[in-house]
């Protein structure tokens, strides 16, 4: 079951005393560290060389004293069709580990960004022939223009062919070293 659940409300600067304490994570439980690790090792459906983990798009996982597992997901983008994918794959995982009650929630706010994305997916999205989102940079001067590395040969000469892929997170790319077409994952 997947329920869409409001962004949650954030405390301002004046927040003090009991109103700042609620808003601190409370520190995760052994088995709610073991379930986030089962929870986060699920494959993308749509990347299936990435885990949820990897991919940045795994955000909580609270285990409630009544025994409901609640885990939070945010889409890479607003309507991904793989959310549903997600959260049936996760609750599978999480029933086979015999939790009984598994909850997955959609959380918007903060939103996903290509930053969510760990060193190591983006190693492996490179190796699986998927040119990576280039880290933003909050130092440094912006590049006026934008190149894409070829997975294949490591070529920056590289030409945009269909703003869209196989999937909307991906453009169609090709390289004029190697000739090679490829997917890059966009930076949002």
């Keep these: 079951m997947v329920t869409r659940t409001p962004a ?3 405390a301002g600067p ?3 005393g009991a109103a700042a304490a609620k808003s601190l994570p409370a520190a995760e439980t052994p088995l709610e ?4 690790r089962l929870a ?3 494959p993308d459906p749509e990347l299936p060389v990435l885990t949820l983990e990897e991919l940045g798009v795994l ?3 609270h285990l409630h004293d009544t025994g409901r597992v609640e885990v939070e997901l ?3 983008y607003t309507g991904c069709p793989a959310i549903e994918t997600m959260a049936a794959d996760i609750e599978r995982v999480l029933h086979n580990r015999g939790m009984a ?3 997955v929630v959609t959380v918007l706010s903060p939103a996903w960004s290509t930053d969510d994305i760990s060193a190591e997916g983006r190693r492996k999205l490179a190796e699986f022939g998927i040119a990576p989102p280039r880290p933003h940079t ?3 001067p912006v590049p006026v223009a934008l190149s894409v590395r070829c997975p294949h040969c490591g070529s920056t000469d590289t030409e945009l062919l269909s703003r869209f892929s196989s999937t909307a997170c991906k453009a169609l790319r090709r390289c004029a070293s190697c000739r090679e077409p490829f997917d890059h994952f966009k930076e949002l």
Excluded: H, I, M
Excluded at 33 to 36: G, P
């Design 8 to 10: 949650p409300e954030t």
């Design 14 to 16: 004046a927040a003090t």
């Design 33 to 36: 560290t073991e379930l986030r």
């Design 40 to 42: 986060g090792s699920v």
């Design 59 to 61: 955000r909580g996982v």
């Design 74 to 76: 945010t889409p890479t």
């Design 101 to 103: 009650d598994v909850s």
């Design 138 to 140: 909050s130092e440094g």
